[in-house]
C-alpha cells in the first residue's frame, strides 16, 4: 500500500516547521472530528499536531520528552487557542498525561517514532554524525549519555547493543574498535565515534554511512526506544474509546516488528491446533485497518528521503475491556549465539557499570 504527499503542508498556524511523513494518510486514519479529543504522543516539530488542529475543531495533548520541542511549541499553543496542551513527559505515560489534563478517554492517537528532523539537525544534541557535536543522543535532559556507554559498556555487552538494535553484522569488530579506542583517549564527539567505526566497517559507493547501524543503536538504547514503544501501545489501548483510532509511522524494522506483533496480539483471537485444545482468549481490543503496512509513494520519497523507510499501521479500538493485567508482547531477535527478546538487553545501569 503507498501513500502520496500531495502538498500536504497547510496547516493550523500556518506553514508547517516540517511536513510530516506519511501526514496526509495518517490524519485520514484518525477520523478527526469536531469537537474530539486527540493524543500527537510524539510531538516533535508539531507537524502532526498542526495537521489535526486544522482538519477538525478538536482538542490536541501533544507529549514530547524533548524540553526544547515544548518550547517550540508555546506559538502553536497560542495560535491553537486554548485547543492544545502540551505536556514535558515520555510517550509511554500518555494515558497517565491525558488523564492528569482531565481526560478519561480519547478519540485517537498518533505516534511517530524515531527520533526528530529536529533533534538530528541540531549538531549539539549528538544524534547525527553528519554535525559534530557532544556524543549526547538523549532525548530528554536526564540520565545516560551515548558517550556514557561508550565509555562504560563492556566489549560484549556494546557488541550485543549495536548488533540487535543496530542490526550492525560488524557488531563484534565495532565493539572492539570502540574498547581499543576509549583505552587511548575518551571518546566525547559524533566525529570521533563515527571515524572509529569507519575504520572497521567499509561501506561500497551508495550504502550508508559506514556508522548509521551503530549511532540507530546507540541513540535506540539510551532511551529505551523500544520499551517506550511497548509501554505507549499499551497506553494507548486503555485511554482510547471504543471506534477510537491507533495510528503509527515507524521508521526501522523493530518499530514496525512490535507495532505488527502488538496489532496481530490484540486485533485477533488465535485457535487452536488440532495437536492442542484451544485457548480461551481475551477479546480482540483492536480491529486492524491495515493488512499491509502504508509506505510512501514516489513523490513523497523524492520530497524526503527519510520516507524511504516509512511504514504505517493503523488500528481501531473496539469496545472489548484493555488488558491491563497483560504487558503488550515484545518481539524475539536473533542474537549472537541463540535469540534474545527485547526486553531481555542489558539494563542501562548495568551497562555502565561495565559488568
Known sequence: ????????????????????????????????????????????AGGYTRAMLAAADCQVIGIDRDQSAIALGADLVEAASGRLTLVEDQFSNLDAVARECGVDAVDGVVLDLGVSSMQLDTAARGFSF??????????????ASAADVVAKASERDLANIIFLLG??????????????????????????????????????????HPATRTFQALRIFVNDELGELVGALSAAERILKAGGRLVAVSFHSLED????????????????????????????????????????????????????SAKLRAAERTAAPARSDEPAPTLTLPRLRGRVRVGALPALADVLKGR
Open 1 to 44: 500500500m503507498t501513500a502520496g504527499g500531495d502538498g500536504f503542508a497547510a496547516v493550523a498556524g500556518g506553514s508547517a516547521l516540517h511536513v510530516p511523513v506519511l501526514g496526509r494518510p495518517a490524519i485520514d486514519f484518525l477520523k478527526l472530528r469536531d469537537g474530539g479529543v486527540y493524543i500527537d504522543a510524539t510531538f516533535g
Open 257 to 308: 516488528r512490535i507495532v505488527k506483533t502488538f496489532f496481530a496480539d490484540r486485533g485477533e483471537a488465535r485457535a487452536g491446533s488440532r495437536h492442542a485444545p484451544e485457548l480461551k482468549r481475551p477479546a480482540p481490543t483492536f480491529t486492524v485497518l491495515t493488512k499491509r503496512p502504508l509506505v510512501a509513494d514516489d513523490n513523497e520519497v523524492a520530497g524526503n528521503p527519510r520516507a524511504r
Open 167 to 208: 542490526e550492525e553484522r560488524h557488531s563484534r569488530s565495532v565493539a572492539r574498535a570502540i574498547v581499543k579506542a576509549r583505552g587511548l583517549a575518551p571518546i566525547l564527539t559524533t566525529a570521533a565515534l563515527a571515524d572509529i567505526v569507519g575504520k572497521v566497517v567499509r561501506a561500497r559507493p551508495g550504502d550508508i
Open 130 to 143: 553528519r554535525h559534530d557535536g557532544p556524543l549526547d543522543m538523549r532525548m530528554g535532559s536526564e540520565g
